[in-house]
């Protein structure tokens, strides 16, 4: 980051800074009671089901070969930084770190052709962006969590990094967003971020460890407002069994681990999801923002709670405001929702009164090896949130501290998780093999009731339907690749690099038009 670049992000960190937090607050509430009158007037009622997507990628280096040092020829896949103006010559948007770049697609309507549309969108713009990144020597690359930092780095120094001006820690690769810098150097700044995964150590000035991690987020936008806290309270049933399925991040990059932390160590009491430890680091106060919703009563609870968020970033007013969008009659609280970390969570917005929405965004699965994995998720949490609202599901009475206690053990366990649930029967079980079913069924279902043939369904679902039947999921082939490696008698950083190698190499060739299935 160039000088002058550095001491003019310090200076728009100072100006966020100066703003009183306390006014920032009550402008929050004031938007509160605004949404709140047009949620009376059924401003943000769809009268039918939207779907949206977001999907973040990290870039590594691509043609950087090395058959000297064991691996064969094979791509060494270190991280690398994306120019800004390569961001918007493929249109995609800049993220926490210089090396992320995500995609949002457009709103669909909840049918067949919706969820086709998603599906071409993203394959389209991202062969689109493959092309390009790849005549600047890099790619970009699906995946929750990446191991190998620069060539030439370390992942503690690549995160770590600051510089300090005008008394304020500016981290040298995180993306040019005031706001994002503004984190670590409000009311909290003397807070260090701690990396909470198991066996693992990690302090850093700034938000930067969260840049280890990209996700999917399937996005829900309800056809009436008001049934909000149904599909919210659903949805966050979920988590546990959906997350089970998706983990995708055993292995942190080796230099984080503690000293004498070996593969079989990781194996037998690593997390199978590290992205939700990464994440959570931003819990620096009594009050966690990176957690599980608590259930809603009512729509207006889930405004309020938006609203009476801790207060993160007070921005000043005249930046918010866009000038030619109907969500500018509630800035604040729509730039809360940015801060508002929960793994469900409800927004409200619009660019027109037309396009007003609320929707739920769930924001727990990690970036799945390829898209078929990833729209597979968007097609059963669209198809779930159709169906379990319409069937009356008695997963509902699934008490919240047990969909906590569900969504943690997905995090240790992954698929193995031992997972409580209700079944349409009413009949409470912890036999994975049922939990499964119902859900997947369940998102059949909720998509043949949407429009798509029972055959188009259920080929939408056959990757996690696969993962279920052979007991696979991303986070344990790598770590059973990571296993041959070391079997062969490497060392335990080199086992770990060799894994992520041996994802990206299966990736090239599967991204776009295969499936996780094609790598089992």
């Known amino acids: 980051m160039a000088e002058r670049g550095v001491d003019t992000l310090a200076e728009r960190v100072e100006e966020i800074l100066r703003v009183d937090s306390e006014e920032f607050q009550e402008r929050a509430e004031l938007d509160a009671e605004t949404v709140k009158s047009e949620l009376a007037d059924g401003t943000f009622d769809n009268h039918q089901s939207i779907v949206g997507f977001e999907y973040e990628f990290y870039a590594v280096s691509q043609g950087r070969w090395d058959a000297g040092d064991g691996t064969g020829g094979i791509s060494r896949g270190d991280l690398a930084r994306v120019p800004r103006r390569l961001l918007r010559l493929v249109g995609f948007e800049k993220e926490l770190g210089l090396h992320n770049a995500e995609m949002t697609t457009s709103p669909q309507p909840f049918n067949t052709d919706g969820l086709r549309a998603q599906a071409a969108e993203v394959r389209s713009r991202l062969r689109a962006a493959l092309e390009t990144t790849h005549q600047e020597g890099m790619r970009l690359v699906s995946d929750g969590l990446w191991t190998a930092a620069p060539a030439g780095e370390t992942a503690g120094s690549y995160v770590g990094d600051v510089v ?55 996005h829900y936008q309800v056809p009436t407002a008001s049934d909000i806290p149904v599909y919210h309270d659903y949805a966050v049933r979920l988590v546990g069994p959906l997350l089970a399925l998706g983990v995708n991040t055993p292995l942190l990059p080796p230099e984080l681990y503690d000293d004498g932390v070996d593969l079989e160590t990781v194996v037998a009491d690593g997390a199978r999801e590290n992205r939700v430890h990464a994440f959570e680091i931003l819990n620096t106060t009594d009050s966690p923002k990176v957690c599980l919703p608590q259930d809603l009563d009512s729509v207006e609870q889930a405004v309020d709670r938006v609203a009476r968020d801790d207060v993160i970033v007070p921005m000043p007013e005249e930046e918010l405001v866009d000038g030619n969008r109907f ?15 929960r793994w469900v969570r409800p927004v409200f917005d619009g660019g027109s009164r037309a396009a007003a929405n609320a929707r739920l965004e769930f924001r727990v699965i990690p970036a799945q090896p390829t898209v078929r994995d990833s729209m597979a998720f968007l097609a059963a949490f669209a198809g779930l949130m159709e169906c379990l609202p319409q069937r009356r599901h008695p997963a509902a009475s699934l008490s919240w501290e047990t969909a906590r206690e569900n969504f943690r053990a997905a995090v240790a366990d992954g698929i193995d998780a031992d997972l409580r649930w209700i079944t349409n029967e009413g009949v409470e079980t912890t036999d994975t093999e049922r939990v499964f079913a119902d859900v997947l069924d369940h998102a059949e279902a909720g ?3 949407a429009g798509c043939s029972e055959r188009e369904a259920a080929g939408m679902l056959e990757p996690l339907r696969h993962r279920v039947e052979t007991r696979t999921t991303p986070a344990g082939w790598k770590l059973d690749r990571a296993r041959e490696h070391a079997d062969e008698g490497r060392s335990f950083s080199a086992a770990v690099r060799r894994a992520q190698q041996d994802y990206l190499a299966r990736q090239r060739d599967t991204l776009l038009d295969g499936s996780f299935v094609d790598w089992t």
Do not use: C
């Open 447 to 449: 998509l043949v009731g």
């Open 327 to 341: 969500d500018d009659e509630f800035a604040t609280l729509r730039r809360k929702h940015g801060t508002y970390w």
């Open 164 to 218: 300090t001006r005008r008394g304020h820690a500016i981290a040298t690769n995180m993306s040019d967003s005031a706001r994002y810098h503004a984190m670590a150097n409000g009311p909290n700044a003397d807070v260090t971020f701690d990396l909470p995964a198991p066996l693992s150590s990690l302090e850093a000035e700034t938000v930067m460890p969260v840049s280890l991690t990209t996700s999917i987020q399937p």
